[in-house]
T-cell receptor, first 112, second 119 residues
Framework: DGGITQSPKYLFRKEGQNVTLSCEQNLNHDAMYWYRQDPGQGLRLIYY???????QKGDIAEGYSVSREKKESFPLTVTSAQKNPTAFYLC???????????FGPGTRLTVT | AQKITQTQPGMFVQEKEAVTLDCTYD???????LFWYKQPSSGEMIFLIYQGSYDEQNATEGRYSLNFQKARKSANLVISASQLGDSAMYFC????????????????FGQGTILTVHP
């Protein structure tokens, strides 16, 4: 079945450590996105990528980094520079001729 | 900058009744898209319905319909015949155009409305 996978579902880290969240899609979509969601809030865009080896900052990119070496993969690294990393992270993808973004199941990151 | 406002933090509805979730938006773009997503407690985002700014008719998808009032910049979601499984967080979102006028599909989300369906 085609879809987006994010792993792991729950992730725990100590403050000061970098952590990488995985996002893989087998939908052959060109565009991929990372969003952050805080409790009781809407989603905010962190980074997005339209094609391989290219990506742009979203509204809250500080303290995060991404790479897009393969079409199907768009990993997000939460660095120690991110002041409040504890949140729910959602990855999404979209084909070029579609308006709908498909979302993965999300990763809940807790940093203590 | 684009902005989405959902003024209802929480809504309650009786099973089998209809409910309207409010959404207003602010944009200077002439071409834009409006979306509604459902987020159950599991966290996944489920696409419900889409309305393009040039669409003349209101969008409908099964029990979901979008009451699009362009002059008032509102895009309310109407759920008919509510079911217990409709209890979830609902988000209104707008597709953003970039400086070149093309859409990269970036979405701006509202704060969400928690819908609770009572038996």
């Amino acid at each position: 079945d085609g879809g987006i996978t994010q792993s792991p579902k729950y992730l725990f880290r100590k403050e000061g450590q970098n952590v990488t969240l995985s996002c893989e899609q087998n939908l052959n979509h060109d565009a991929m996105y990372w969003y952050r969601q805080d409790p009781g809030q809407g989603l905010r865009l962190i980074y997005y990528s339209q094609i391989v080896n290219d990506f742009q900052k979203g509204d809250i990119a500080e303290g995060y980094s991404v790479s897009r070496e393969k079409k199907e993969s768009f990993p997000l690294t939460v660095t120690s520079a991110q002041k409040n990393p504890t949140a729910f992270y959602l990855c999404a993808s979209k084909s070029g001729d579609s308006y709908e973004q498909y979302f993965g199941p999300g990763t809940r990151l807790t940093v203590t | 900058a684009q902005k989405i406002t959902q003024t209802q933090p929480g809504m309650f509805v009786q099973e089998k009744e209809a409910v309207t979730l409010d959404c207003t938006y602010d944009t200077s773009d002439q071409s834009y898209g409006l979306f509604w997503y459902k987020q159950p407690s599991s966290g996944e985002m489920i696409f419900l319905i889409y309305q393009g700014s040039y669409d003349e008719q209101n969008a409908t998808e099964g029990r979901y319909s979008l009451n699009f009032q362009k002059a008032r910049k509102s895009a309310n979601l109407v759920i008919s015949a509510s079911q217990l499984g409709d209890s979830a967080m609902y988000f209104c979102a707008m597709r953003e155009l970039d400086a070149g006028g093309t859409s990269y599909g970036k979405l701006t989300f509202g704060q969400g409305t928690i819908l609770t369906v009572h038996p």
